[in-house]
């Protein structure tokens, strides 16, 4: 695979889409082609009563043979393979012997009701798939490539490799993962991130593939092709979902195995032993063949994937990636959900959240001689002074000396006056006498020094995402508790867990504590969701009954993740509760309704109330409600 991944000729990242396709599309042609031809014979031989009966056998036979083809050929395949006991045998079983009794019209009936089911059930499935891809699938088609001789090439996406240099230029999505070599520009990172605000990019900045570059033309090298990209990986991480089977529906294909047998015995029983008694043996053979129709359990084998793949799709059109079934059935049984701090209830960013002055200062003066020392700096803390300074439109002094002072601050001539910004060791260093304070906001102090002499500090801190309080509420009111685990300190932990509503809070954290913290809550409240998005909250997503991610997160996190929220936000975490409960509940309205029915239609068999038709609806009709019951989740507002 890694040869296919960096081979320049390598078609092995998704290029034989259009081909598969077409495939598609013909096998699409020729199975209506057959359904049609099917219908019609039987509709016609069914209507008309002036065909001799040897004719309408061949036409009834014929229109058998196209309707059925699929379910004869899986039933023969899975005896080759020495798996015969699914839906597929009973249906065989009971329509070949209704052939035998003379009921060809019954025979065909099961068979077209039962292809019109699996047609819809594929139509549902190709649309549900077709919605996530359009919701995750960002992969480009070509990329510009810097050659030797420094003009530029458009080459496939799949054929770039790490190391190739590449132009990108305003308004495209960036193709492959990189880093930037030569330019200045900002990027739109919504789409992978979910953070509305473009970030800057210059050399040395590595870009994720599927953002947008805004402003500037940028050059960039390859780090990864494009089946390693992160585009891909979304989009294979969906695609995949589908093939991990959660636990009911590993329990529906082990209760087909030992169903269908059973059902064969009883219809055998059914078939001869009272007709030993009675001597009636068509009468009994009938209600045996009805019995065996009734007992498919298609409906149930159609519609419970399709229920989770539909939750899946559902889903990804919210921008939450499921990685299978497994953690959706997971997330209906959760007691506890417990969330990391920074990146996940907060945004991850500095902003100023209070200004105290010192004597003889305001509040404006302390920022205006801070922002002006900070603006050469690039460190995080600088860019919140500057950014409350432009929400101030304050104009920015002039500076005309810098020096940074390593891990405690820097010094700067702002507008003719000596300024230190810095932590409380470069106050004292500096021998500038700094009053004690009584901070009432949680967060770093900035502090500021004018001439040596104390100006006044700012504070600043993360801050809470916006939808978290609502968040935390609903998640609540679910009866579900919520927990908060991080590396923070007390105060900072405490604070947010106070205005976001958090239950249970444990702080000052390593990452190997908080997997035993895991441990505990677990032990109190049941299965816990954890959500996080840093690499030192790997091994607890992992440990985690489900483990989330935010997709603005390290690739480490999103990688141990079950559930990915692509938009980062909080609200993010009801919703997927929401849509896990839905998604149950629907599966296990199908079971019941399919089995209910069955059950009915059954005894009413058996008592000679029900006659072959009845039996059709209790099987295909059922299946058809129950996809239908299946997709509504997909447009569920």
Not at 128 to 149: G, L, N
């Amino acid at each position: 695979m890694e040869e296919e991944c960096t081979s320049r000729t390598s078609h092995s990242c998704g290029c034989s889409q259009h081909h598969d396709s077409g495939e598609e599309y013909g096998e699409e042609k020729a199975s209506l082609g057959q359904l049609a031809i099917g219908v019609f014979l039987f509709l016609f031989t069914y209507l008309t009563d002036s065909i001799p009966k040897e004719y309408s056998l061949v036409a009834y036979g014929i229109a058998y043979l196209l309707l059925g083809s699929s379910v004869i050929r899986n039933a023969f395949q899975n005896i080759i393979h020495k798996e015969p006991f699914d839906e597929n045998l009973l249906m065989v079983i009971a329509t070949g012997g209704a052939f035998g009794i003379g009921d060809y019209p019954e025979a065909v009936a099961v068979m077209l009701f039962s292809r019109i089911g699996e047609m819809l059930e594929e139509k549902a499935v190709h649309k549900s798939r077709k919605q996530v891809t359009e919701a995750v699938d960002m992969r480009p088609e070509t990329i510009q490539r810097i050659i030797a001789d420094g003009t530029i090439e458009t080459i496939p996406a799949e054929n770039g490799i790490a190391g190739d240099s590449i132009v990108v230029r305003p308004g495209d999505r960036i193709p492959l993962d990189g880093t930037v070599t030569e330019g200045t520009s900002r990027i739109d990172t919504a789409a992978i991130t979910g953070e509305p605000v473009p970030v800057s990019c210059q050399p040395g900045t590595e870009l994720l593939s599927g953002c947008i570059n805004i402003s500037g033309t940028i050059r960039m090298r390859v780090t990864k092709p494009l089946c390693e990209s992160m585009v891909t990986k979304i989009l294979q991480s969906v695609e995949e979902a589908a093939a991990r089977k959660p636990r009911m529906d590993r329990f529906i294909t082990r209760f087909a195995r030992t169903y269908t047998p059973a059902v064969v015995l009883i219809a055998a029983a059914t078939a001869v032993i009272p007709s030993l008694v009675t001597g009636n043996w068509y009468y009994w053979l009938y209600t045996a063949l009805t019995f065996l129709v009734i007992s498919c359990p298609c409906a149930i084998v159609l519609s419970v994937p399709l229920s989770f793949f539909a939750g899946i799709g559902a889903a990804s059109k919210r921008g939450i990636l499921f990685k299978g079934g497994i953690a959706i059935e997971q997330m209906k049984r959760i007691g506890a959900v417990v969330f990391d701090k920074t990146g996940t209830i907060t945004k991850g960013n500095f902003i100023v959240q209070q200004i105290v002055p010192g004597t003889g200062f305001t509040e404006q003066d302390v920022l205006y001689y801070c922002a002006g020392a900070e603006q050469a700096s690039s460190h995080p803390i600088a860019a919140s002074v500057i950014a409350a300074v432009e929400q101030r439109q304050m104009v920015l002094p002039s500076v005309t000396e810098s020096d940074e002072i390593a891990g405690e601050g820097l010094s700067a001539l702002v507008a003719g006056k000596t300024v230190i910004c810095g932590n409380l060791k470069l106050m004292n260093r500096q021998h500038i006498a700094v009053p004690q304070q009584h901070q009432t906001v949680y967060g770093s102090e900035l502090y500021v020094a004018v001439n040596g002499r104390y100006a006044g500090h700012i504070i600043i801190s993360d801050t809470l995402k916006e939808d978290a309080v609502e968040a935390v509420r609903y998640i609540r009111s679910l009866g579900i508790t919520t927990a908060m685990l991080t590396g923070d300190s007390r105060q900072a932990a405490d604070y947010i867990a106070k205005k976001s509503g958090i239950d249970v809070v444990r702080a000052q954290l390593l990452p190997q504590d908080k997997v035993q913290q895991l441990d505990t809550i677990r032990n109190q409240y049941g299965p816990v969701l954890f959500v996080g998005d840093g690499i030192n909250d790997a091994p607890v997503l992992a440990g985690a009954d489900v483990g989330a991610a935010m997709g603005s997160g390290a690739d480490a996190a999103v990688e141990a993740a079950d559930v990915v929220f692509m938009n980062s936000q909080v609200q993010a975490v009801p919703e997927a509760l929401r849509i896990s409960r839905m998604t149950m509940a629907i599966a296990v309205q199908n079971v019941v309704f399919a089995l209910g029915v069955k059950g009915i239609v059954m005894a009413a068999g058996f008592t000679g109330f029900a006659s072959m038709w009845a039996a059709v609806f209790a099987d295909s009709g059922v299946a058809v409600l129950c996809v239908l019951n299946s997709v509504r989740i997909l447009y569920k507002k």
